[in-house]
């Protein structure tokens, strides 16, 4: 079977909802058994029960990114590890003015050293068992301007640097490390903004934002999981140290 994680153990981070529960969802039913890591336990634990109602396996890794120390902590529990999916982050709208400093070093905490802290967590461990796999979620932002959208547009463009540096520095220990740059997602943090920002017009800016893609509308969290899935599998062992843009178009559409 192609695509098959048989045997494979993989810890995907953010995985409580979102893209990082579709992506843990995914790669269980290719035959990983997978560490559903989230900084909610209760999330981490419905994703595991669905998980193994389909039948797959998997477990709770209750961690906050952030924390260096906890993320080590919960990596040497693991019995294995050959897959390592970054998909926990924050976002924030704003401007290099209108964004403060609390806000700049939480975005920083979450996503740029929450990747690090899985990072420095998961070579270790590669290098023991002889080789794996970084999946890294970057985003447009990383090289696309995007209104209002600074810090958080910041810390994608340090994903995009980890993940060429980490590619290049374990090519000899079979460590393979890409990113993948999504447009908009529909995700549940968008029903949420949209409906804190913008109450009662929730439809008509949705309906605004998903045509901002070529395409016409938003991705959905599967299409993102498929991609990170080939990424993830053995068919896609001669590719590390590239982005992949899924983006309906935008960056090369939107003129």
């Known amino acids: ?3 098959s994680l048989s045997d494979k153990h993989a810890v ?5 909802s979102g893209i990082g529960r579709a992506v843990a ?3 269980a039913k290719q035959g990983a058994r997978v560490y559903v890591a989230d900084i909610n336990e209760d999330q981490a634990g419905e994703v595991v029960k669905e998980i193994e109602a389909a039948g797959g ?3 709770a890794l209750v961690a906050d990114v952030s924390n260096q120390q906890e993320v080590l902590r919960a990596f040497e529990g693991l019995p294995g590890l050959d897959i390592l999916v970054n998909s926990a982050g924050v976002s924030h709208i704003g401007t290099a003015e209108s964004t403060n400093e609390e806000d700049f070093d939480r975005l920083y905490r979450v996503n740029v050293k929450g990747v690090y802290n899985s990072i420095h967590a998961a070579i270790p461990v590669f290098r023991k068992n002889k080789g794996g796999v970084i999946v890294n979620m970057c985003s447009i932002a990383a090289t696309v301007g995007i209104p209002d959208r600074f810090a958080y547009s910041m810390t994608k463009g340090a994903v995009y640097s980890m993940t060429l540096s980490v590619a290049k520095d374990y090519l ?3 460590i393979r490390c890409n990113c993948i740059s999504p447009a908009r997602v529909h995700t549940p943090f968008v029903d949420g903004f949209l409906k804190k920002n913008y109450p009662g017009k929730e439809q008509e800016m949705f309906d605004k934002l998903s045509r901002t893609q070529p395409i016409g509308r938003m991705a959905k969290p599967d299409e993102i999981a498929g991609l990170i899935l080939y990424l993830c599998s053995d068919e896609a062992s001669f590719i590390t140290g590239c982005d992949y843009p899924i983006d309906g178009g935008f960056i090369k559409l939107n003129n």
């Open 1 to 3: 079977m192609m695509f």
């Open 12 to 16: 995907v981070t953010g995985a409580g």
């Open 25 to 27: 969802l995914l790669l």
């Open 57 to 59: 396996v998997a477990s």
């Open 172 to 174: 000899k220990d079979h």
